[in-house]
């Protein structure tokens, strides 16, 4: 086991949070597990511990690798860091000969190229950095499910549904007058930030403000600009007094902070539910800050407005490494290694998509996602369908096919919105998975490769009505509903009938809103091994969604025929692992009155009550 441990600075959450992302691939390239050990240098640590846990990065986030939390540090280690604390300006050490300590910001000259270079002067982060870290991201810097229901619960009562301008406006110490730093200085300039979200107003009449400051005073000035559009999460705010205090080691901190562990623990907890709304806003407007750089991190599709963006740096400032990437010696960019053919082609198909009626769309409402295994012979028909739905995310998932099913739907996939994800048999569980993280989409709708698209729009209409009625509803089936979980004597419930609540229904359409999902951990790779079916793995996930505060919904979409008596039994699963899946079938029916069955009162409280506000009992 070789640990790449990253120690704490005595600097602010979300600049410790960029060292943790920049760390992860330079440990990776060394064949390192990256673990977070954040302590007394930093004044979000307390010593009574926040959360149930005793370090600053699990107060917050998942372990970077969960199998290897803080605790799996050994002592020994723990004693030697305690004497011998990394320094931010130095690569790090070995404290035996496979444990590496560092707390270093990833911008030390000998590890370029090996760290991912975050710009915290005046520059934000390009575009090549922002996917470089939401990749990063995506996988290992993943907030604990107390923040995610916060986020969840503020968004839904005050966001959904509405086009949000998000403003993050930082100031305290970054504006006092013992800031001596040439690129914070001046760093808060309320009436830029004014300029800038009249101009997105006169755009968006009917915007949103979301506003997260850490001084009372700036969101008292917005309010007192632009009234009741303006929203913002109870956070603790300085409120008067010396803007700017000591951390721990003598760093410049916000004093409000600075003076009481247990409220800079708690304050931590909010930047990161703030740092969450933030990225889900429509347009962010912004300072020099590490938090609102995080978030063009976290979305790097998401435009932006810098109030404290200089062009140049001054000359009298150090000289950092802008780039992870080693330099090219300029014989090796010719542009004469491309045929000249090719470059044409390139030109008139970037100007053919430039004048077509369809653009790409940073965040479509819907996404299709469609799981293809050797079905080439229906791919004309759910293609026309799903593009008679309208002008959505359309996902597909080719699992390996080998009759050629690849190649076609490369063939047609060519709209901006349009992708097409190839893997090697991994099966539903693992490939929709990652397909649903991928999707920028609001809503995300599960097809599989045998459905028939209704030529008629009503189904789709009625579930994306459904999802704006009822905040909490996080999936809607449309082939088969449940209303019980007792191995062998599942209820049925299939056919036309009002919108109703039930305990789990089947995929073929199997609607899902993404927030929910990821809050919710996602399927259960335990229902299947790679490259085998998972039977009943959808249903696991609603009766999950259940107890954990969500709902589930029916609506019958004649995907599969007008009955169940008409459903051919040829499905993938069934032509190519007939044994296998009948083997998981069983297995999972079992494992999934095990898991709820202890919970069927309360489940069946829950689906009752839903249906009886809807006037259904």
């Keep these: 086991m070789r640990l790449h441990i990253i120690c704490e600075r005595d600097v602010g959450l979300f600049s410790l949070i960029q060292q943790v992302i920049a760390n992860i691939p330079w440990a990776m390239r060394e064949y390192r597990i990256p673990v977070v050990?954040?302590?007394?240098?930093?004044?979000?640590?307390t010593p009574n511990g926040y959360q149930g846990k005793d370090t600053v990065w699990e107060y917050y986030f998942e372990p970077v690798v969960t199998a290897y939390p803080t605790s799996s540090i050994p002592e020994r280690i723990r004693k030697i860091i305690s004497v011998n604390h990394p320094s931010p300006f130095e690569v790090g050490y070995y404290a035996d000969e496979c444990t590496f300590v560092t707390n270093n910001f990833g911008d030390h000259p000998n590890l370029r190229g090996k760290a991912l270079f975050i710009p915290y002067l005046w520059d934000d982060p390009d575009d090549a950095v922002r996917q470089q870290a939401k990749a990063i991201i995506e996988i290992f810097i993943r907030p604990r499910a107390y923040i995610l229901q916060k986020v969840n619960d503020f968004f839904e009562k005050h966001m959904s549904g509405h086009y949000v301008i998000g403003v993050h406006a930082r100031g305290t110490d970054a504006s006092s007058?013992?800031?001596?730093?040439?690129?914070?200085?001046?760093?808060?300039?309320?009436?830029?930030?004014?300029?800038?979200?009249?101009?997105?107003?006169?755009?968006?009449?009917?915007?949103?403000?979301?506003?997260?400051?850490?001084?009372?005073?700036?969101?008292?000035y917005l309010k007192e600009v632009f009234g009741t559009r303006v929203i913002a999460y109870?956070?603790?705010?300085?409120?008067?007094?010396?803007?700017a205090g000591q951390g721990p080691t003598g760093w410049i901190m916000p004093a409000y902070i600075a003076g009481d562990r247990d409220l800079a623990a708690r304050n931590g907890e909010e930047a990161v539910?703030?740092?969450?709304?933030?990225?889900?806003?429509d347009y962010l407007v912004h300072n020099g800050s590490s938090l609102a750089r995080t978030v063009l991190l976290n979305v790097p599709?998401?435009?932006?407005?810098?109030?404290?963006?200089?062009?140049?740096?001054?000359?009298?400032?150090?000289?950092?490494?802008?780039?992870?990437?080693?330099?090219?010696?300029?014989?090796?960019?010719?542009?004469?290694?491309?045929?000249?053919?090719?470059?044409?082609?390139?030109?008139?198909?970037?100007?053919?998509?430039?004048?077509?009626?369809?653009?790409?769309?940073?965040?479509?409402?819907?996404?299709f996602i469609v799981q293809s295994f050797n079905r080439v012979s229906n791919i004309d028909q759910l293609l026309a369908g799903l593009r008679r739905m309208g002008d959505h995310e359309l996902i597909v998932c080719d699992d390996g096919s080998l009759d050629g099913s690849r190649e076609k739907w490369m063939s047609y996939l060519d709209q901006p919105n349009d992708f097409l994800i190839h893997s090697n048999d991994l099966h539903e569980i693992r490939i929709l998975d990652r397909a649903i993280r991928f999707a920028y989409a609001e809503i995300v709708c599960l097809v599989q490769d045998d459905d028939l698209i209704p030529h008629e729009?009503?189904?789709?209409?009625?579930?994306?009505?459904?999802?704006?009625?009822?905040?909490?509803?996080?999936?809607?089936?449309?082939?088969?509903?449940?209303?019980?979980i007792e191995a062998g004597a599942w209820?049925?419930?299939?056919?036309?009938?009002?919108?109703?609540?039930?305990?789990?229904?089947?995929?073929?359409?199997?609607?899902i809103r993404k927030r929910h999902y990821e809050a919710l951990g996602g399927w259960d790779y335990s229902f299947s091994r790679a490259g085998e079916p998972g039977i009943c793995f959808e249903s696991e996930l609603c009766l999950r969604a259940w107890i954990n505060g969500y709902q589930v919904g029916y609506s019958f979409v004649p995907f599969k025929g007008p009955s169940p008596w008409h459903y051919p039994l040829n499905g993938g699963t069934m032509l190519f692992s007939d044994e296998v899946r009948f083997r998981n079938m069983l297995q999972n029916q079992n494992k999934i009155f095990e898991m709820y069955g202890k919970h069927v009162q309360l489940i069946d409280r829950l689906v009752r009550e839903a249906n009886r506000r809807i006037g259904l009992l």
């Excluded at 789709?460 to 209303?483: C, E, H, R």
Aim: with cysteine.
């Design 37 to 45: 050990y954040f302590r007394e240098k930093t004044c979000y640590w």
């Design 177 to 220: 007058e013992q800031e001596i730093r040439p690129h914070r200085q001046g760093a808060l300039v309320l009436s830029r930030y004014i300029t800038e979200i009249r101009r997105l107003l006169d755009i968006q009449p009917n915007a949103k403000i979301f506003v997260a400051a850490d001084d009372e005073s700036s969101l008292n």
């Design 234 to 243: 109870d956070s603790i705010r300085h409120q008067g007094g010396e803007a």
């Design 273 to 281: 539910v703030e740092y969450l709304l933030l990225s889900r806003c």
């Design 301 to 367: 599709q998401l435009p932006h407005k810098n109030t404290h963006h200089r062009e140049l740096v001054s000359k009298a400032e150090p000289v950092f490494y802008p780039t992870a990437q080693p330099s090219l010696r300029p014989e090796e960019l010719r542009v004469t290694d491309i045929d000249p053919e090719v470059i044409k082609r390139v030109k008139a198909y970037k100007a053919r998509q430039q004048s077509s009626s369809i653009q790409y769309r940073d965040r479509p409402r819907l996404a």
């Design 457 to 484: 729009t009503g189904w789709l209409d009625s579930a994306l009505t459904q999802f704006d009625t009822y905040p909490n509803l996080a999936i809607i089936g449309g082939f088969m509903g449940f209303d019980s």
């Design 491 to 511: 209820k049925l419930i299939f056919g036309e009938a009002p919108f109703r609540f039930v305990y789990h229904v089947n995929i073929g359409p199997y609607f």
